[in-house]
């Protein structure tokens, strides 16, 4: 596609319920990121894939996150056991492998009841 | 740890007046530094970027300036309108692929 695909746009849940977000990156694009932006804050980096294997997971801020890019395309995140802290807007942004300009989709806000 | 530093928090500037906002950051391996634009319910997007080689950088009515001893970096927008109301986010990285560290951002409006 032309831009970044996130879906779901909304999520709400219940805690202690797992949730999966869905990253479809531009095409072409091997490098992919998830950035977490909570309310009125920055995007906090999670992980970064170059092609299928995680570069760099130092974000994660537990075992209850996990982010898979099985084909080096379409990325999900993956959360178990949410928290009612686990509730923000999470990012994906892809671009070219050795290239600065990261483009960011429109993010699925999570919600944690 | 904050890496990258921004003020203010918010600003409000008249149609036609300068925004600035301003950024610091820590890590002297930082060599790339970007400005991200965020309208609400959309993500961030790439307005203008620096590498410390230069010290300033125009694109139309943005302005980059950048103080490499100082460890800062600054947005300006002149002429501003109505339209640039948005969240504005500093950033910084070292290498193309690491990651981005994002300034707390500054939440622009400008009045008409």
């Known amino acids: 596609g032309a831009g970044v695909s996130q879906t779901p746009s909304n999520k709400v849940t219940e805690k202690g319920k797992y949730v999966e977000l869905r990253c479809d990156p531009i095409s072409g694009h091997t490098a992919l990121y998830w950035y977490r932006q909570s309310l009125g804050q920055g995007p906090e980096f999670l992980i970064y894939f170059q092609g299928t294997g995680a570069a760099d997971d130092s974000g994660l801020p537990n075992d209850r996150f996990f982010a898979v890019r099985p084909e080096g395309s379409v990325s999900t995140l993956k959360i178990q056991r949410t928290e009612r802290g686990d509730s923000a807007v999470y990012l994906c942004?892809?671009?070219?492998?050795?290239?600065?300009?990261?483009?960011f989709g429109a993010g699925s806000r999570l919600t944690v009841l | 740890q904050q890496q990258v530093k921004q003020s203010p928090q918010s600003l409000i500037v008249q149609k036609g007046g300068i925004s600035i906002i301003n950024c610091a950051y820590e890590n002297t391996a930082f060599d790339y530094f970007p400005w991200y634009q965020q309208f609400p319910g959309k993500g961030p997007a790439l307005l203008i970027a620096i590498r410390p080689d230069v010290s300033e950088k125009k694109e139309g009515r943005f302005t980059i300036s950048f103080n490499k001893s100082a460890k800062q970096f600054s947005l300006h927008i002149m002429d501003s309108q109505p339209g640039d109301s948005a969240t504005y986010f500093c950033a910084a990285n070292f290498n193309a692929g690491n990651m981005l560290t994002f300034g707390g951002g500054t939440r622009l409006m400008v009045k008409p």
């Open positions: 942004a892809s671009k070219f492998s050795g290239a600065n300009v990261l483009t």
